[in-house]
C-alpha cells in the first residue's frame, strides 16, 4: 500500500514562508501525477497544485505566482513551497498520489485521479 506523509505545516506570520513536504513510501512517485490539495475549517477541500511525469504544473488561481511545487523523484519527495502567505491560507494541506503511468499529465487542478493520500500537515496563517 502506498503510504505519503506530509511534513513542514505550522504557524507563521501573514507575508511568511512555508516548505511542505510529502515523502512517499513503498512504491516510486515517477510514474505518477501528485498534488497539494487543501481543506480549510467548514470549507470544502480544494486543490492547490498538481505535477505531471513531465514536470509541468498546473496551479489554483488563489496561489498562482506565490506556491510553487516541485518534486525530487530520486527522493520520492513532493515539495510545496508557500511564499507571500495570507491568512486565508490557513488549512490542513493534504498530498495526493494518482496511480503509475507510462506517463501522466496533470493539466488541472483536480483530485479526480488521485487515489492515495496523505494525512495532512497544518498550515495556520495569523494576520
Known amino acids: 500500500q502506498v503510504q505519503l506523509v506530509e511534513s513542514g505545516g505550522g504557524s507563521v506570520q501573514a507575508g511568511g514562508s512555508l516548505r511542505l513536504s510529502c515523502v512517499v513510501f513503498?512504491?516510486?512517485?515517477?510514474?505518477?501525477?501528485m498534488g497539494w490539495f487543501r481543506q480549510a475549517p467548514g470549507k470544502e477541500r480544494e486543490g492547490v497544485a498538481v505535477?505531471?511525469?513531465?514536470?509541468?504544473?498546473t496551479y489554483a488561481d488563489p496561489v498562482k505566482d506565490r506556491f510553487t511545487i516541485s518534486k525530487d523523484n530520486g527522493k520520492n519527495t513532493l515539495f510545496l513551497q508557500s511564499n507571500t502567505l495570507k491568512p486565508e491560507d490557513t488549512a490542513m494541506y493534504y498530498c495526493?498520489?494518482?496511480?503509475?503511468?507510462?506517463?501522466?499529465?496533470?493539466?488541472?487542478?483536480?483530485?479526480?485521479?488521485?487515489?492515495?493520500w496523505g494525512k495532512g500537515t497544518l498550515v495556520t496563517i495569523s494576520s
Open positions: 495526493a498520489a494518482s496511480d503509475s503511468y507510462a506517463s501522466c499529465r496533470a493539466t488541472t487542478v483536480s483530485a479526480s485521479g488521485m487515489r492515495y
Open positions: 513503498l512504491s516510486a512517485i515517477r510514474g505518477r501525477c
Open positions: 505535477i505531471g511525469t513531465d514536470g509541468v504544473a
